[in-house]
């Protein structure tokens, strides 16, 4: 796999909203060119660029990570599969939610549906797989967490809020680190 390069992707963005305009001028609507309202910083919090990079950041590390677990399934190493379940579970449920947080800040509502759905189904697949029996006042915190994080998942769905959505992001990436050091 390949990564994604953010420079080269605002490149093509650019030549789109360029190709846009001369559409439109030529239709006589006198479009604004994106030189006549200048570029889109990268840097500025909260703006396309950088939500952008922020996306394009998360994928590019999730196909790293994948790509090391090929090479270690390639190299002959095992591990517990309900260990790697989880952990993977967990990654892509801060995927989601950082993809949900982004379609919030771009206001992309179809977006935002799609992976409000779909950070839900994997926290109530992570506390579906919880053994109360075996594991538990443990287990028992847990699915308080996970129907914690539901609520507040929830929340930021109705207020469009992605400052919510990164704390919950903050979270489960310590979460994740934690079970990535439990299952070692």
């Known amino acids: 796999m390949t990564t994604i390069d953010s420079g080269r992707l605002m490149q093509m963005r650019t030549a789109i909203l360029n190709q846009n ?18 570029p889109v910083p990268i840097d500025q919090k909260g703006g396309f660029g950088a939500s952008m ?7 590019n590390d999730q196909q790293a990570k ?18 790697v379940m ?9 995927l989601a939610l ?20 779909r950070a839900a189904t994997i926290i109530n697949a992570l506390e579906a797989g919880l053994d109360v029996e075996r594991g538990g006042p443990l287990a028992e915190t847990l699915a308080g967490v996970y129907r914690s994080a539901r609520r507040e998942i929830m ?3 109705t207020d469009q809020d992605s400052d919510r959505l990164d704390r919950l992001i903050a ?4 979460m994740s680190e934690s079970w990535k050091k439990i299952a070692a």
């Open 53 to 59: 990079v922020d996306a394009l950041k998360a994928v």
């Open 21 to 38: 305009a001369a559409l439109q001028r030529a239709a006589g609507t006198g479009a604004p060119t994106p030189a006549d309202t200048g």
């Open 98 to 117: 950082s993809l949900l947080a982004h379609a919030f800040r771009v206001g992309d509502q179809v977006k935002a549906n799609g992976q409000f759905s």
């Open 66 to 83: 994948a790509r090391g677990a090929t090479e270690a399934y390639e190299r002959g190493e095992t591990q517990d599969l309900v260990q």
């Open 171 to 174: 979270a489960f990436s310590d």
């Open 86 to 94: 989880v952990a993977l579970l967990y990654e892509e449920l801060i």
């Open 155 to 157: 929340q930021a769905r």
